[in-house]
């Protein structure tokens, strides 16, 4: 029998609880020791593994509980939780684990972990119940073979007792700390002023917006134009109402890396007066990670051995920092020696606001979104640059097998493998086989694709289990491309079609679940939310953005009025130029020509936006032709980052030049330049989403989910975005002035005047001026 653990017992009579935690999360806490370990296991699904415990408890006998509800107050703290299965008659209880392949090769610090959390129901159920001793046991499942591994160990009372007080101890004692800091932060927060003197136009309606949504529960979708200080005007009354919303969390999520930093600044001006406000940023792993291509575990990288014997003093020092930034995280995390990545996920249970990426919250295995129902926190979601958020989730929430992959899987896959494969590959062709074209959309999954490619996962699942080695390269990620790819088909439905993509080109062959819609999956994310607001300076028309996204019937709308004039930007349609595909050649004399006319009259800085390369690079040949004399520069494609800068370092002020951009690129939005570093843009075109079939499946399907809106859906809306976004590049600040051309006659169209921002006066160009 082990030896009783040597904390001592508490001395003080057991008080009422001042703070709750399950027992999983108690002993994570607490008990968590050596390595971090993260070498891929064919883990069981969650359906697997309730599967198995039904499995092992329906063996058990006529006095056998299951699932019994435990709780204990130790030193202020109430540990609640659910034991899998006890028989109070025999004095035992169980935790039951289930798993895939070799015993051993169950790592002994997760093990450790299970004896922790099944010790801690032995004394709950001692408690309860007056037991002097108790057996604990932990049941392992091999879903394999349906054998069952058992480990069990007799325990007295007071043994037990000390363990769990230990633990409880452990926690209270940080807990306290946190509530000392939650009081100060909840004081701090309520007093805390607006950091400008003056809200600048649009920006108080703004904020009281975020404020109303948060204080009444509910989503708000916002459409505020640039320049009013979005970012402060929506952290900040989230901030100055988080003691009267009783929120727990504030998550700013961002589509791309600039928008996390420009959050932060925003954040530390927001909040500049709490001394108590902790911001952590999250960072993708491969960018975070100190040794690249080494797995996180013990035996590879030097971070990851001995991590959670280090996290505790690591975790201390960021408890004392106030912004936790990738860079003060990294500082943190080579000071301790532990993996910085892994650090800023622990440090997100004791941060108030998290700046992330979309996928944090919004993917299929959503970090925070997990956090947010397994703590039960009240989170306020803000959406920056929501416009980016449907292209986002529909890729989420895409699922493809491409041919390129699956041939370098199958080339170095076992010989107990290859028949699976091959028998995909079999049903693969038989499908490409019965196309009449090189695409196809279906709206169903045959289940004969389905059912190889299940044999698939389960062989080699299999055999990564009993030899983990082999869990790498080709094989692995191809067996995690199928994984998602099962996943994504069991949640088929009319927001998604199966595509069989086949080419003769040098293309790829790919076999495609493509999310249509993400409402059905993003739902959740805002049902889980206490309010989330989606923003942008293109977030319209509201319905479209709303049913798309899936945001609640009840979700609040707000259009902040443009704090600009119209004076300020003259805005002209050319109704005799078409730069429909058929008409582009004809009229590149024509469009350039405009573009040199102008130049000539106002010498400045110009962008002008093309829907293709093709059409850009034309343009641009055409415009160096006929006007030689004025300097230009043009987007490449496969930019790089340095060539992106220089694209962008050229607009200086007093400069004179145009440069040439692909609409919807890396220079149609995001890019700030104010004053006369941009005095104009000439857009040609519509920005409309290419005619093809993949487009058309999607017309028809929106067709049929929002009562013949297809068209709009699918071309219009989108396309129109990315043009009012590029023309957004012009007025930057109250004090800009500049021009815009929109280069088509279909600009002319009401329906597609309709949608242009209010402020706009827009009026017709004749090309004879």
Excluded at 322 to 343: M, T
Aim: a neutral charge; proline letters at 5%.
């Amino acid at each position: 029998m082990p030896s009783a653990a040597t904390a001592p017992a508490l001395k003080q009579p057991l008080a009422a609880a001042h703070h709750a935690v399950s027992v999983k999360a108690l002993c994570a806490f607490g008990a968590k020791a050596g390595d971090l370990d993260f070498r891929f296991v064919p883990a069981p699904s969650a359906q697997e593994g309730m599967a198995g415990h039904s499995l092992v408890q329906s063996r058990r006998g006529a006095t056998y509980e299951r699932e019994v509800s435990l709780s204990a107050i130790c030193a202020g703290l109430l540990v609640r939780g659910r034991a899998d299965g006890c028989d109070i008659e025999h004095r035992r209880v169980e935790e039951i684990k289930t798993f895939r392949g070799r015993f051993d090769a169950i790592r002994e610090n997760h093990r450790a972990l299970h004896w922790a959390q099944a010790k801690c129901y032995g004394w709950m159920l001692c408690e309860r119940d007056s037991l002097e001793e108790i057996t604990v046991a932990l049941v392992y499942l091999d879903l394999a073979n349906g054998e069952e591994t058992l480990l069990e160990e007799r325990w007295p009372r007071d043994a037990l007792r000390a363990h769990f007080e230990q633990l409880c101890v452990t926690f209270t004692a940080w807990a306290e700390r946190q509530d000392d800091r939650h009081l100060a932060l909840r004081q701090e927060l309520e007093a805390l002023s607006f950091p400008h003197a003056t809200f600048r136009p649009g920006q108080r309606e703004l904020a009281q917006g975020v404020y109303r949504a948060a204080a009444a529960g509910r989503c708000l979708i916002a459409q505020a134009p640039t320049g009013i200080g979005k970012t402060v005007a929506t952290t900040w009354p989230l901030l100055r109402g988080w003691a009267a919303h009783k929120t727990h969390k504030v998550f700013f999520l961002t589509a791309k890396t600039p928008g996390r930093a420009v959050a932060l600044e925003a954040l530390g001006l927001a909040g500049r007066d709490s001394a108590s406000l902790r911001v952590l940023e999250l960072t993708a792993r491969e960018k975070a990670c100190e040794h690249p291509g080494k797995s996180c575990d013990g035996e590879s990288c030097p971070l990851a051995r001995g991590f959670y014997d280090r996290l505790p003093d690591a975790r201390r020092e960021a408890m004392a920092t106030r912004e936790l930034g990738r860079s003060q995280l990294r500082s943190i995390a080579q000071a301790h020696a532990v993996c910085p990545y892994f650090l800023a996920q622990e440090m997100a249970r004791w941060s108030d606001v998290i700046v992330a990426d979309y996928n944090y919250y919004f993917d299929s295995s959503a970090f925070l979104f997990a956090l947010t129902r397994d703590e039960e926190w009240r989170v306020a979601v803000l959406v920056d640059e929501a416009h980016n958020l449907l292209e986002r989730a529909r890729a989420m929430y895409t699922a493809a097998l491409a041919a390129q992959p699956f041939d370098e899987a199958l080339r170095i896959a076992p010989a107990g493998i290859k028949p699976r494969l091959v028998a995909v590959r079999r049903e693969w062709r038989l499908l490409q086989s019965q196309q009449a074209s090189g695409y196809a959309a279906l709206d169903a999954i045959p289940d004969g694709l389905l059912q190889p490619l299940q044999e698939a996962v389960s062989a080699i699942a299999e055999h990564f289990a009993v030899t983990p080695k082999d869990a790498h390269g080709p094989l692995q990620r191809f067996f995690f491309d199928m994984l998602y790819f099962l996943r994504m088909a069991d949640a088929f439905g009319a927001h998604s079609v199966f595509e069989v993509t086949s080419t003769d080109d040098g293309g790829e062959d790919a076999l495609t679940i493509r999310n249509l819609v993400p409402a059905p999956f993003l739902k959740p994310r805002f049902a889980a939310s206490m309010s989330t607001v989606c923003f942008s300076g293109t977030l319209a028309p509201f319905p479209f953005y709303r049913d798309m996204l899936g945001l609640p019937d009840d979700t609040l709308e707000l259009d902040v009025a443009s704090p600009f004039q119209t004076h300020q930007l003259s805005v002209q349609v050319t109704p005799r130029i078409s730069t429909r595909f058929q008409h582009r050649a004809g009229s590149l004399d024509a469009l350039t020509d405009l573009i040199g006319s102008q130049f000539s009259r106002r010498p400045g800085n110009y962008l002008a936006f093309f829907s293709s390369f093709d059409y850009l690079e034309a343009a641009h040949t055409t415009f160096a032709q006929r006007w030689p004399g004025i300097p230009t520069w043009s987007q490449s494609r496969r930019m790089a980052e340095a060539d992106r800068e220089a694209f962008v370092a050229r607009f200086q002020v007093g400069g004179q030049g145009v440069g040439f951009a692909v609409l919807g690129g890396a220079f149609g939005e995001g890019v700030d330049l104010p004053g006369d570093r941009l005095i104009g843009a000439f857009i040609a075109s519509l920005g409309l989403p290419q005619h093809n079939a993949m487009n058309e499946v999607m017309r028809e399907r929106m067709e049929t989910l929002f009562s013949g809106d297809g068209y709009n859906y699918t071309y219009l809306y989108p396309g129109l975005r990315k043009v009012v976004q590029a023309a957004g590049r012009v007025i930057r600040t109250e004090s800009d002035s500049g021009v815009v051309y929109l280069m088509d006659d279909r600009f002319d169209r009401p329906e597609v005047r309709r949608l242009l921002p209010s402020w706009w006066q827009v009026g017709r160009y004749s090309l004879a001026t």
